[in-house]
């Protein structure tokens, strides 16, 4: 049996859940245990996901070695914040969204350089995967309205052995180009930093449809077509220089970076964390990053960090728990928790100053990379406090 615990609970206490927490959540006496137990179903039911995403993650990783092609992956789970608003957004049909429903609990994520990598990878996962693709939408060739790019593929789990106790759950594999990345992460960077949901197409009209003319020539210079209406480029192009003008993108894209903070927990030098718990406090704009070496303790973290949003009932922070196989990864494909939206701001500038967008033939290097501090054997402490003081060993 795999390092993650099987699902407790029935499907009818799942959908009892997710009308709890899709709700509006008013913490009585009479109601808190009753909210309480919503939670700990919903979260049980989101944390049997984590054993197929895991699985469908190492898959996607192999895919890219044998092919030798050139990108990187990481994987999460999906924020109690984002669940609850997809339940409450979907409230109204005849037949209300469950958390049984969703597909995208876990999802994993593949970014890679150009087109003809993600075309490769695209076409080797769906020639050869264990599990079942039941759905896929290609947004890369046929966008969203609001220049969303990506291609989605959606699997069913298909365990073995003692793992068919995950059979049938949900992930989604989103793999898409360093360009559409770019775009995607400064979506979601500056909805967070302007405290609106750019994401589902809320807030300043202004900057959605920058976005959007951005996207369009994303498009056009990987060879897709742009998003239906967008305008031609000539258009495109007045249109763009007149938002950034107005809203200044270009300098708030600048500055962005420079307003988010963010600190580390201390990593051990030999070792290597399977979990990143990311927490962007939306207040003090600053970003914590807590490693974790098991998933239990990872997504009880998890659980913890999310509760005082899930009782309060306010967004105080942005959660997310992922899974990545090193730091840099991690910093690559979440950019938006760092305020890193380098590549997207030198591309809006390339535009407005008339200069053609280009396709990355390989990974863009913004930044020296800092000399590792020293790190000082603990052991000399010991030794002193014994009598016993040597030269500390450096590694």
Known sequence: MPNFEPFAYSIDDVREASQVIGGDLTWTPETEDRIRRAFTVANHWRDSHAHPMKSMHGSMRAHIRIQELNGFTAARVKRMNAIRGKLRRMSGRRRPLTLGDFQDLGGCRAIMHTMGEAERLIAAIKGRFRHHLWAEDDYIHDARATGYRCHHLKFEYVGRGDTTVFNGRRIELQIRTDLQHSWATAVEAIGMFLGDELKSGKG??????????????FAEAEGCDPAKGMPGRVERIRELKELNAELGAVKVLDNLSTAVFWSQDAVGYDQKP??????????????????????????????????????SGLEKSNVVLVEADKMDNLTKAYPNYFGDVQLFKMQLN??????????????????????????????????????????????
């Not at 300043?204 to 020539?217: Q, Y």
């Not at 927490?279 to 659980?303: C, G, I, L, M, W």
């Not at 020293?374 to 406090?385: A, F, L």
């Open 350 to 395: 390339a535009l407005v100053h008339d200069e053609a967008v280009s396709e990355f033939k390989v990974a863009l290097q913004k930044r020296a990379i800092p000399t590792p501090r020293e790190r000082i054997d603990p052991d000399w402490m010991r030794r002193q406090g014994r009598g016993l003081w040597t030269e500390p060993k450096r590694k």
């Open 204 to 217: 300043s009209a202004e900057w959605l449809r920058l976005l959007a003319l951005v996207s369009a020539e």
């Open 274 to 311: 399977s979990y990143y718990l990311l927490r962007y406090d939306n207040e003090s704009k600053q970003v914590f990053v807590t490693p974790h070496y098991k998933s239990r303790y990872a997504f009880t973290s998890y659980e913890a960090a999310e509760k005082p949003d899930n009782i």
